[in-house]
């Protein structure tokens, strides 16, 4: 599986943006796809998931600002990102995880300027 992140970039607080993740491959069902996060000098934080039936999850910190969506016909896992905050800049990446294998897509750099 190789997954194709896309959508980060620099916004000033309080704008948006949507990141893509493409995946590509041995896609099976029954898979989950995340957004983790890695802040300079801080540990990887899971962002946001959803399961290919729709169920998400979300961290306390981006609750009803952030929105996980995915197109399983594309195989395609976004997150909108709103009400951005300084403390949002990190480097996001997707991930992929079915059974008892998981895929990591490159990271993109969100900055969110105060």
């Known amino acids: 599986v190789q997954l194709q992140a896309s959508g980060g970039g620099l916004v000033q607080a309080g704008g948006s943006l949507t990141l893509s993740c493409a995946a590509s491959?041995?896609?099976?069902?029954?898979?989950?796809m995340s957004w983790f996060r890695q802040a300079p000098g801080k540990q990887r934080e899971l962002v946001a998931q959803?399961?290919?039936?729709?169920?998400?999850d979300y961290a306390d910190s981006v609750k009803g600002r952030f929105t996980i969506s995915r197109d399983n016909a594309k195989n395609t896992v976004y997150l909108r990102m709103n009400a951005l905050k300084p403390e949002d800049t990190a480097v996001y990446s997707c991930?992929?995880?079915?059974?008892?294998?998981?895929?990591w897509g490159q990271g993109t750099q969100v900055t969110v300027s105060s």
């Open positions: 991930h992929y995880r079915r059974l008892f294998k998981s895929y």
């Open positions: 491959g041995s896609i099976g069902s029954g898979n989950t």
């Open positions: 959803i399961s290919s039936g729709g169920s998400t």
